[in-house]
């Protein structure tokens, strides 16, 4: 137990410092390593293997819904990303530029992508000639690169992986569809395999991504009632297009600029993960996402038998993804370093237990641990794992709920987010002024205008002009 | 049938002019497309697709031998890149340079990784404190950037996708052990996956990578009787745990200098895929590593029920990867653009056929048509697939023994090199001067020091000095 006190107590408090807590979780649990170069960080086994889950599940997600993999080019031409003038306002003042290769100074500067739509536009430009070559519904996963000034750890990078779709399309009303679609795809995935729930809706102007006409997002809210935006998806209408030349010859024989759509979920999410999720012991994963769902642990592993028998057990277990911790290292230790990565069940295997054929189950998520015969193990998984699944869902939308609030006055509007963290649902004129005076005032933004609109008051919360539509605002990271 | 022509007219004959021939099938196949920067390509879903399977494949054989995946920072400080001094002398000239983040000049040039064991190297030298640490058998499937100035599709890029194993071991030995064990997961991933036979064996010192101690690679035959190293693994000793201060508490309580080993394949191995298998007709695919393994073409698909009955036999296919291809295209259209891509199999099937309950099938590998009862096609296929690839493999290996030829004699090496096109078997006396003289006089290379050692003579055959080893050389890619 003095092992098992020592490595807990390194990790922070959540209700003392939560970015302390969370920074601890993500080098202790063994996620990930800071390299030379801020914001560049090195995923080891354990946050890669979560971004490989990641990979695995919402590509899979994709693949139903008609998507191909592709793969563009790292560097993009300086003229080539000037073409659409919003898109490169708002990237120029964070991308990489590579400026020689060997030893010859390079002609004109290459940026290090910082999202695809530039090549992707270029690469439709010929690629798509006629309506039979439409819809293109392609993506990519790779890595990408912005020059932040304040980097954390799978929240804010310089260099960070996702995936970005680029779909194009005859007509208009089929591009904002797939906008649609692919949100949906990314809000079942978060809710499903994540067990996060999220808040769907429509970014304001401001918010919206450079060059799109409209950005669609999904809004999840951490333990400390923040709100992290964890996936895009945008709908750019013919402005690429329209930059790029990427036109086709439609069915009425007519010249036509097609429509566009881009989408993106990255290794943010993972950060989603531990700050939904993770306690005072570190990550807890949901069992559909975790790597390894089971570990098993044997007690007093020295004595005859009992590794032998937690090997039969794992090979008992063998449609779930388990392990056996067999170092030599104590139970206790083995218990507290297990908790700390989030593993979703433990199985404990003892000579006692041994010989009445039972052993001891422990939840990762709410801590209980029950007795269970041997034999009947891989029913009991069967159904512990979408139970635990289940109700670390339900925890997290009740967090959701309990943190969710409404205000019609001003007034109630302050004294929220001055009292309390989460969102609130409050009414918005439309004017960009009244999110900067909100921002300025209060440190707030707009996360998105939701689907499922309400009516909380006539009146916008922060001006009283008449009231266009009903806001989720909240602290971001 | 003129449809058909058109489009395998657009092919060079492999025979006429074999170079034009590859590019033809890369771009015509819809592998990849050229984008604006010399040797960036674009990968097509075509060509990615063959990618994942590629990184599918190898990834199942790297996980049974314990690696883990991981992933280290795209971009290296200058400082970092420089410590190990062969690496950086080998790598520097092929660079490409990050100066500016963003609107500010970088304080440190930061190169894009040409090859990752420097960054490896630093991670290992904080992680790795104790014996108990090791070892670690890591992995990371990403792209690199060469500043190469010939490019060709596949062959050589400046971007390019790839796996780079990276191994730090408690001694030499388990280290040596481990680069000939993954030497031989390659191995058999391009004979059992791939259907392409290899030549197992070492790299000369001018030939290895810069800063190995050894370097073991595969060497294919392509079917122009050129050379393509198609994969490559790497012992470094305790080279660059010196350079790095990787070093490890041992269990005799001494410290010590760890061992290393990296081992690469690459998009290359795509190029190998074309050359040995191709054919004029366009690619052939192995079925193993086909994205899609049977096509299904309806003919006269307009006529009542031949459209069901595609789908109802892609329904009873679904234990392969089966589609159908129902583009309003003409069938000789469709015949040639699938025999273009590559895909092994082509079910045909019209009205005459559905009436006697039977369909065609044709292989693409050898264009064997035979005709088949509808009700039997999964048995069928379940024999015909593994049959296919075995034939493809044996055609390959009997290409590779027809085209490796002996030299005892200087003349003989010059007659073969001169009529002949392939490897040539012959003595050498370990002297780079003579690998230098071959190199100047014919253009031939040693590919490698095969394990399987023969005695053709007793001498070199360049300089007629008591030789030391039997040397496969060649002209490669």
């Known amino acids: 137990m003095a092992e098992q006190k020592k490595l807990v107590a390194e990790i922070t408090s959540m209700d003392e410092d939560f970015t302390q807590w ?11 390593a800071y390299s030379h170069i801020k914001g560049f960080l090195v995923y080891k086994p354990a946050g890669y293997a979560l971004w ?21 080019p790292l560097l993009i031409p300086e ?46 430009r010929t690629d798509v000639q006629s309506y039979r070559d439409l819809p293109k519904v392609y993506n990519q996963w790779c890595s990408v690169v912005r020059w932040e000034k304040e980097t954390r750890p799978f ?13 194009v399309h005859a007509s208009e009303e089929e591009a904002k569809a797939r906008t649609q679609q692919m949100l949906n795809v990314y809000a079942d995935f978060c809710a499903e ?20 006409t409209a ?39 007519k010249l036509k600029f097609a429509a566009q759509t881009s989408w993106g979920l990255s290794t943010r999410i993972i950060g989603a993960l531990i700050m939904v999720h993770g306690d005072n012991s570190g990550l807890v994963l949901p069992p ?37 911790d067999d170092t030599d290292k104590s139970p206790g230790f083995k218990f507290a370093d297990q908790e700390m990565r989030g593993i979703p069940v433990r199985i404990e295997i003892g000579p006692r237990d041994m010989a009445n054929g039972k052993c001891i189950i422990a939840r990762r998520d709410n801590h209980e641990k029950t007795e269970c015969d041997i034999a009947s193990l891989p029913e009991k998984m069967a159904e512990l794992l979408p139970q635990i699944q289940k109700d670390m869902y339900d925890r997290a939308a009740k967090h959701l709920e309990d943190h969710t609030y409404s205000a019609a006055t001003k007034e109630e509007f302050v004294r929220l987010f001055t009292e309390k963290s989460g969102f609130v649902k409050a009414m918005w004129c439309g004017d960009q002024a009244c999110e900067d005076k909100i921002k300025e005032d209060l440190g707030v933004t707009s996360r998105c205008m939701p689907f499922q609109q309400e009516t909380i008051s006539d009146v916008c919360v922060c001006c009283g002009k008449p009231a266009k539509k009903m806001v989720y605002w909240g602290r971001a990271y």
Chains 1, 2 share one sequence.
């Open 215 to 253: 950005t669609y997002t999904i809004e999840a809210l951490m333990h400390d009632g923040r709100a992290l935006q964890s996936g895009t998806s945008h709908d750019f209408g013919t402005k690429f297009a329209e930059a790029y030349g990427i036109q086709f010859t439609d069915r009425d024989n």
């Open 288 to 324: 559909r996402i975790a790597p390894t769902q089971i570990m098993i642990v044997p007690i007093q592993q020295k004595k005859a038998g009992v590794l032998d028998k937690a090997y039969e057990i794992r090979d008992m277990l063998k449609d779930f993804r388990v392990k056996v």
């Open 22 to 32: 969370y920074t601890d979780v993500v080098v202790k649990a063994g996620l990930v």
């Open 79 to 124: 003229n080539l990303m000037a073409k659409e003038g919003d898109l490169v306002n708002g990237f120029a003042p964070e991308v990489a530029w590579v400026t020689a290769g060997g030893s010859e100074p390079l002609q004109e500067r290459l940026c290090v992508r910082p999202t695809s739509e530039t090549v992707f536009s270029d690469f439709f």
């Open 155 to 167: 929240l804010r990078s310089r260099e960070f992986m996702w995936q970005e779709g680029h779909t």
């Open 193 to 212: 395999d994540l067990a996060i729930p999220v808040v769907k809706g429509r970014k304001t102007d401001k918010e919206k991504f450079a060059g799109a």
């Open 52 to 72: 490989e889950a990641v990979q695995n599940l919402l590509d899979a997600r994709f693949k139903k819904t008609g998507v191909e993999n592709v793969y563009m």
